[in-house]
């Protein structure tokens, strides 16, 4: 009897302790994202921001409002429990309470392999490229960097409404004619994860992760003459729009990048004046109407700022790709010609090649002991494998590909001597190791060689398609640059961002689509210099329809994944040819009422609508709305069940010459048929001329789920080529 009551004893408390933990849950706040209908205010109140408070009072006590936003959305971010979001969500005038989500970083030769070097006569002189003003949303940005030299800069643009904020280690004398602007945004990150350890991470843009100064001068970054990183890639460094302005906005924090803070920096910079906005950051995929940076980037577009993102660094998988709304330009990652040989010579005679950025202490002449220590450490980072090897007394590391890289190589700045290899070197190597009773190895450094063919290839990591939220919409836009890319850094961390890596430089070599995506900011800044007049959309058509799928001997662009030919949905329209982008003869422009018509065909909801366009938009109910009408630089076919005709209406916009467009089609997938109506448009100067593209499918459903082809428009000297996937549901 006596162990019934002690059992019931227990029972009760556990059930007290369960009861105390759902009320906890229920008190719990997280941060929510409030988009309301700016129209639907109360003529009681005078300002929105008192009806925000008014608001928020109703169901909060002690709810205080992180940040307002009057461009990027209309509302407001604040703290709260799940029912006071709902309860806030059921009033009048509140479209959406969003959860705050959590972005994470996309993580020289450049302007010589795209041809820069040789055509600055075809770009504009420093006064219209010095109106441009490039916006970056990361990490923040080391002023003192030599990429940020205002030498031979004019007066900070008339149209610059932004300012530079003061903080810790970071005064208004850091910014200048070149760094205009640099402004930080912490609430949100602060109201997650406790506030800001200004002992270790600066409060204010001053950047302590080496990621923004990075982005922000391959944008925009000023000539630097006898940059490399301890030897390796040396030569000049500059952006790709070097006489542009930038502006930094802080927005990712060693705790992550929030959306609050992100939305509250798009907001600033629309106000500020930017002309592009560069965000080399993603997160989960959702619904544009759900996607802060979706929503803030369509604001931004309204405002005529392109808006470029990076596609992601979960390639190669299908359907990995981030930001992939039809008003972001969304940029994937190729490599270069220039690579860092460091190879592998076992004791058995054979060779390997491998790729390493290590500077120091050399290895002995002599072959050293070999072992394998696949298992010392769990980390996924090389140079954090590095680092354990290290410590456990290694003299050097041989670092073998898995099969989610294969063969691609990306150079590190190992903290010991070091190389990379492919999975194939790797698996050889291995071998070697677990048969030959006393292995030995040397490796060998051969510092920078370039003119490595083939390149550009697709960079293995770079995210892929199809686009998993609108299939009807190819992304990614087109791949740039992003393997093993030399731009500015931080002095306040070694190359490896490691704790202990304790040297410091002034350029690093690093890769990602966070290194592509500025790659195209910078040549959308240098296009929008040249034609002030051109809309986000015009700029990215430009730059699309002459991008190249084939390399110099014909032969078609390779994925580093699978080194068989790539397709659009690795590489999009192709890889960015900047010199052919400023004549690219014919655009496909869209305007924000075309977009609002896209969304009308994703069957939106009016709130839903209003939550990304900030305004009412009744769609017509007596139109008949297709998201294949959008003027979109490509084509996405979707054969859905029980259809097999697909139809695409275009509309081109010449912004050369007087001309006459012939079209020509070429496809791998013979059971398609693709007529275009008409094949032949004639254009006056400025004129604007329609056609449709109809795919037909014959007989049964393909074995294979995809295809692709392309359709270009020729008038003998332009070349207006745009990408096509068929797909079937």
């Known amino acids: 009897m006596d162990s019934f009551y002690k059992s019931l004893v227990i029972l009760f408390v556990l059930l007290v302790s369960l009861c105390d933990a759902a009320t906890e849950m229920k008190q719990k706040k997280s941060t929510y994202i409030v988009h309301v209908a700016k129209s639907e205010m109360p003529e009681s109140f005078e300002h929105h921001t008192a009806w925000y408070e008014s608001s928020l009072q109703s169901i909060s006590d002690s709810a205080e409002m992180l940040y307002t936003y009057d461009n990027a959305i209309h509302g407001f971010s604040t703290r709260l429990t799940a029912e006071e979001a709902r309860l806030l969500e059921s009033q009048t005038g509140i479209l959406a309470v969003l959860p705050e989500m959590r972005y994470e970083l996309h993580t020289t030769r450049t302007p010589l392999f795209l041809g820069l070097d040789k055509s600055a006569d075809m770009f504009p002189e420093s006064s219209s490229g010095s109106e441009v003003i490039v916006g970056v949303l990361d990490t923040g940005v080391w002023p003192e960097s030599k990429s940020f030299d205002d030498t031979g800069f004019g007066p900070i643009p008339t149209s610059w409404k932004g300012e530079c904020e003061t903080g810790t280690n970071f005064t208004a004398s850091n910014c200048n004619k070149k760094l205009i602007g640099a402004r930080y945004f912490s609430k949100g990150c602060e109201a997650m994860l406790g506030p800001i350890d200004e002992s270790i991470e600066s409060k204010s843009p001053r950047d302590d992760d080496g990621h923004g100064t990075h982005t922000a001068s391959t944008a925009a970054g000023s000539v630097v003459s006898g940059a490399s990183l301890f030897g390796y890639a040396p030569g000049t460094a500059r952006g790709m729009a070097t006489r542009a302005r930038v502006a930094a906005y802080k927005v990712c924090w060693k705790g992550g990048c929030f959306s609050s803070d992100i939305l509250a920096a798009i907001d600033k910079a629309i106000e500020d004046s930017v002309n592009v906005l560069s965000l080399s950051l993603g997160g989960g995929m959702a619904d544009y109407y759900r996607d802060s940076v979706a929503i803030g980037a369509f604001a931004a577009m309204e405002k005529g700022i392109l808006v470029s993102c990076s596609a992601g660094n979960a390639g190669p998988s299908s359907y990995s790709l981030s930001n992939v709304a039809p008003w972001i330009t969304t940029v994937g990652a190729g490599t270069l010609d220039r690579d860092f040989p460091a190879y592998v010579s076992l004791g058995n005679g054979l060779n390997y090649s491998g790729v390493s950025l290590y500077r120091g202490n050399a290895l002995p002449d002599s072959p050293l002991p070999f072992i394998y220590a696949g298992n010392a450490s769990n980390t996924t980072n ?79 990591f770079s995210s892929r398609g199809p686009n998993s939220i609108t299939p009807q919409i190819l992304k990614p836009d087109l791949i740039a640059p992003g393997v093993n890319i030399l731009a500015g850094w931080s002095k306040k961390v070694g190359p490896t961002g490691l704790s202990v890596d304790e040297r410091r430089v002034d350029f690093n070599i690093i890769s990602g689509t966070s290194m592509s995506c500025p790659h195209v900011s910078g040549l959308a800044a240098l296009i929008k210099s040249a034609h002030p007049d051109w809309s986000p959309a015009a700029i990215r058509s430009a730059l699309m329809t002459t991008a190249y799928t084939a390399y110099k001997n014909g032969v078609k662009l390779q994925d580093s994944a699978t080194g068989k030919q790539s397709t659009p949905f690795d590489h999009g329209a192709g890889h960015v040819d900047p010199v052919a982008a400023l004549n690219p003869g014919l655009v496909y422009d869209l305007t924000a009422d075309d977009y609002l018509g896209f969304l009308c065909a994703l069957n939106y909801t009016a709130s839903e609508i209003t939550s990304v366009a900030r305004r009412k938009f009744q769609c017509d109910a007596s139109k008949k709305y297709s998201v294949t009408d959008l003027n979109y630089p490509s084509f996405a076919v979707v054969y859905e069940s029980g259809s097999n005709v697909v139809k695409h209406t275009r509309t081109l916009t010449n912004v050369g010459p007087a001309g006459t467009y012939k079209a020509s089609v070429t496809s791998d997938i013979p059971s398609v048929k693709i007529s275009v109506e008409p094949q032949v448009l004639s254009f006056k100067e400025n004129e604007k001329k329609s056609f449709t593209v109809t795919f037909t499918s014959s007989g049964s459903t393909p074995q294979r789920v995809s295809g692709f082809g392309r359709l270009e428009w020729s008038d003998g000297k332009h070349v207006v080529g745009t990408p096509i996937s068929i797909s079937w549901e």
């Open 382 to 460: 090389g140079v954090q494998k590095g680092s354990v090897v290290k410590s456990a007394g290694a003299l050097g590391m041989v670092l073998s590909n898995t099969a989610a890289n294969g063969e691609e190589l990306v150079a590190d700045a190992h903290l010991l001597p070091a190389s990379a290899v492919g999975e194939k070197a790797g698996d050889a190597i291995k071998k070697y190791l677990f048969t030959d009773p006393k292995p030995t190895v040397k490796i060998m450094f051969e510092g920078t060689k370039v003119g490595i063919q083939p390149s550009p290839v697709v960079a293995a």
